[in-house]
């Protein structure tokens, strides 16, 4: 009985570690695909800057769980372009501008109170709007 309790245990902490570490680069491309996600359902036309507030974010400290949280539309499943597109950014591949921190809809941003000349970067694509805005833009 004891053979097969630790063969058990064993079997249960190989598929605990296979689970936690998997492949490598499998965590960052699980983020990647959830990230492009949630930026196709914000904006898909802004999704490079979209991912480079993200960048900016993690950059900084933030936790994945909390850059994801942070955006308000429905996920959309994104294709294996937008995925790429995304992982280029989040890897620095693909050029992001450090100062991008927050990314809000043309409503939004007047709803905040918050003018779009000191928007950063504007993105359109008719009838949408996204505006890229520093970190220190909700100061005040």
């Not at 492009?36 to 993690?58: I, S």
């Not at 989040?90 to 109170?113: E, H, I, N, Q, V």
Request: aromatic share 10%; net charge negative.
């Amino acid at each position: 009985m004891w053979r097969n309790t630790r063969t058990l245990a064993l079997a249960c902490v190989l598929a605990l570690c296979a689970g936690l570490w998997g492949t490598p680069g499998a965590h960052a491309a699980d983020f990647a695909h959830d990230l492009a996600a949630v930026c196709k359902g914000e904006a898909e036309f802004a999704l490079g800057a979209c991912a480079c507030v993200a960048a900016n974010q993690l950059a900084a400290g933030q936790s994945e769980t909390a850059v994801l949280a942070a955006f308000y539309a429905a996920p959309r499943p994104p294709t294996e372009f937008e995925v790429r597109r995304v992982e280029a950014v989040l890897t620095g591949y693909w050029p992001c501008d450090p100062r991008l921190w927050f990314m809000f809809s043309a409503d939004d941003a007047a709803r905040l109170g918050l003018d779009a000349a000191d928007a950063l970067l504007i993105v359109r694509r008719a009838p949408w709007c996204v505006l890229f805005f520093a970190e220190d833009a909700l100061d005040g």
